[in-house]
């Protein structure tokens, strides 16, 4: 694709789509076998090893804070062309992980591969891919992320039922080496062969002492920048404790595994519907308006769980909600630092917004399994995910509104 450009006057190139849609394909198997995968080797690890709910999202927590110690530096050097690299190198460690988790009996050894993985999470996932569509399409980054980003959202439908599977049919150990081969083969081959180094030179970084020409730092004078912090953090927090602990607390509430997996498996095309009606009906509408509504709704999905009955009905019409209005929130996270801080630095400032929202992604898995331990029950951890997806919205709206209105 070197040589070739992306965009034209009249739009997005056929190289520009080809981009777009071979990450996005990546995007899909990343998260599917390095993110959502997770939640289902719970059970039967704790069956084989004795291990602990806190012991294994203990692990993850910590993969989760390296994930937020690279976040910056990795944003950095995305701004300054080395996307290939980066991409590649993230989702080569992440599948050879896969295969040293598929061989794990050791909990300090589980701990040291969660610590590996978590740096393929800063490289690979969406804010890396984000920051790529960002720096090569210019102007039509919006097209490229919602097109990403309508693909991404079928990683849960397609890899937790196919993990299930996988673990039902050939044991969770030779389920990790499928995954981590696929991680390899997929996600690995589309980096390095299509991420061709950039037409466009990247930004000179800032000279030392000159506050003016950092990007980053005019972004942090601004009342944008720490509601967004807030917002995007709190969300993070509420929406990684939901999913990693939603599978034990469904099966708390004695729901059988065909019912579990029908239930996640609503996920992925709910957000898909959402991104769609968004496409199709508020294309024009700004971020800042996706964004309000889209995080207002998370805490009121979780008043439907906490309230209701935990049938099968109302639990997947809560999280049928919890999958439209993530889908919206995930576009909004991709754009918003672009409408309200502008599209200069965004690999940098988008890792400064990540970071503690990492850290709080990172921990809020162990401290909903902490409260679990200390509650006995599934009723605090609802309640808490509830207040912090509140503060996640009221957040978002001082952000969005609540500041005069910078150019971009």
């Given amino acids: 694709m070197t040589g070739r450009p992306l965009i034209s006057a009249d739009g997005i190139t056929r190289q520009g789509w080809i981009l777009i849609w071979t990450l996005s394909t990546a995007q899909l198997v990343s998260w599917g076998t390095l993110f959502y995968a997770f939640s289902l080797f719970i059970l039967p690890m704790e069956r084989e090893l004795g291990w602990s709910k806190t012991d294994l999202n203990g692990a993850l927590s910590a993969g989760m804070l390296v994930a937020a110690l690279f976040a910056m530096p990795i944003g950095r050097w995305i701004d300054r062309g080395r996307d290939r690299a980066v991409l590649t190198l993230g989702s080569l460690a992440g599948g050879i992980m896969l295969l ?78 499928v995954l981590g081969l696929v991680t390899l083969a997929v996600c690995g081959g589309i980096h390095w ?24 730092r005019r972004a942090a004078r601004t009342p944008a920048f720490w509601g967004l912090l807030v917002a995007l953090s709190s969300y993070g927090a509420a929406q990684t404790a939901l999913i990693f602990h939603l599978v034990p607390y469904l099966n708390e509430m004695r729901m059988d595994s065909p019912t579990i997996i029908a239930i996640l498996a609503i996920i992925g095309p709910m957000q898909v519907a959402g991104r769609v009606v968004i496409i199709a009906f ?20 979780m008043l439907v769980l906490i309230l209701l009955p935990p049938t099968p009905v109302w639990v997947g019409l809560a999280i049928a909600v919890y999958g439209a209005a993530n889908g919206m929130t995930t576009i909004v996270r991709g754009t918003i630092v672009q409408e309200v801080l502008g599209r200069a630095g ?43 997806y509140l503060v996640a919205g009221t957040a978002f709206l001082v952000a969005a509104f609540w500041r005069p209105r910078s150019g971009t």
């Fill in 346 to 388: 965004y690999g940098v400032i988008n890792g400064a917004l990540s970071f503690p929202a990492t850290i709080l992604r990172a921990l809020s898995p162990a401290v909903a399994a902490l409260v679990f331990d200390l509650a006995g029950g599934y009723d605090r951890v609802l309640w808490l995910i509830f207040a912090v």
């Fill in 100 to 177: 040293a988790w598929a061989a794990v009996s050791d909990l300090v050894f589980f701990y040291a591969i969660w610590l590996v993985i978590g740096a393929s999470f800063a490289a690979t996932l969406y804010e890396p891919a984000f920051a790529v569509l960002t720096t090569r399409l210019g102007p039509q980054y919006k097209r490229g992320i919602t097109s990403m980003t309508l693909v991404g959202g079928f990683a849960s439908t397609v890899f937790m039922p196919l993990t299930q599977v996988l673990i039902d049919w050939l044991g969770w150990r030779p389920a990790l080496a």
């Fill in 193 to 216: 062969f299509v991420l061709a180094p950039s037409d466009r030179p990247p930004a000179p970084p800032a000279a030392a002492g000159s506050e003016d020409r950092s990007p980053l």
């Fill in 282 to 301: 508020a294309k024009n509408l700004s971020a800042r308006t996706i964004g309000s509504f889209s995080l207002l709704v998370q805490p009121m999905m």
